[in-house]
C-alpha cells in the first residue's frame, strides 16, 4: 500500500511539473535555438539561444525595430526569428536589397505601362511599396540577402508571434569569457530602429 502511495505522489508530482514548465512556455518565457543566417551579425547561425518574453505575444506592445518569435506563415511546424520593419499602416517598400542604390546608383521608378506592358522585364518587388494591413507586422531578417521573410510570404498576421527577444547565450563560445564576454556570451537584444524624422 505505501509503495502505491509513493508511486502515485511520484506520477503527481510529474504531471504537476510537466504543467508548470508548460504554462511558463506557453504563456510566460522561452529559451529556444536559432538555426540559419537570416539574422546575422545579430543571432549566430548556429547554437545561438534566444530568451523570448511571452507577454509580447500576438505582438502585444511590439513596436519596429523589436526582434520576435514567431510561427512561420508557410510551415507551422517551424518557428522564425525575425525584426519588425513595419507596423500596421506604414507603407514599405517590399524589398530594399533589390534597390539599385544599393549598388550606387539612383533607382529607376518604372512602371508596367512603361514596360509596355512586359512583365517578365519588370521585378515587382524592385521599386513596389505595400501598405501593412491592420493587424499585420512586417518582418526581415538582419541579414536580407540570406532570409526568408516578408519579402517572400508577406505580411506577418500578428497572431503568429509568439514573443519578443530581449537576450541570447552564443553556445558556440565558452561558458565565461569568450571573445563576447560574459558566459556563453550572453547578450541583450536591443531596438535597433533608429527615427530618421
Known amino acids: 500500500m505505501n509503495g502505491l502511495r509513493a508511486w502515485t505522489s511520484t506520477i503527481s508530482y510529474a504531471v504537476r511539473a ?15 535555438e536559432t538555426r540559419g543566417e537570416s539574422m546575422l551579425p545579430t543571432l549566430a547561425a548556429t547554437n545561438d539561444y534566444v530568451h523570448a518574453i511571452k507577454k509580447h505575444k500576438d505582438g502585444k506592445g511590439c513596436q ?13 511546424d517551424h518557428r522564425v526569428c525575425k525584426r519588425i520593419t513595419g507596423m500596421p499602416g506604414d507603407i514599405i517598400l517590399v524589398d530594399p536589397s533589390m534597390r539599385s542604390n544599393v549598388y550606387g546608383t539612383e533607382p529607376t521608378v518604372r512602371s508596367i505601362e512603361e514596360l509596355d506592358g512586359s512583365v517578365e522585364d519588370y521585378d515587382e518587388n524592385f521599386d513596389s511599396f505595400i501598405k501593412v494591413p491592420k493587424g499585420h507586422v512586417w518582418v526581415t531578417g ?11 510570404y508577406n505580411a506577418l498576421p500578428m497572431g503568429l508571434i509568439r514573443g519578443k527577444i530581449v537576450a541570447a547565450n552564443d553556445f558556440n563560445e565558452k561558458f565565461w569569457g569568450g571573445s563576447k564576454g560574459n558566459f556563453w556570451a550572453f547578450r541583450k537584444i536591443e531596438n535597433t530602429y533608429i527615427d530618421e524624422e
Not at 18 to 32: D, K, L, N, R
Not at 142 to 152: A, E, F, I, Q, Y
Open 18 to 32: 510537466v504543467c508548470f514548465v508548460h504554462i511558463v512556455h506557453t504563456h510566460i518565457y522561452e529559451f529556444t
Open 64 to 76: 519596429i525595430g523589436d526582434c520576435i518569435v514567431a510561427v512561420k506563415p508557410s510551415d507551422p
Open 142 to 152: 538582419d541579414n536580407l540577402s540570406h532570409s526568408l521573410d516578408s519579402r517572400t
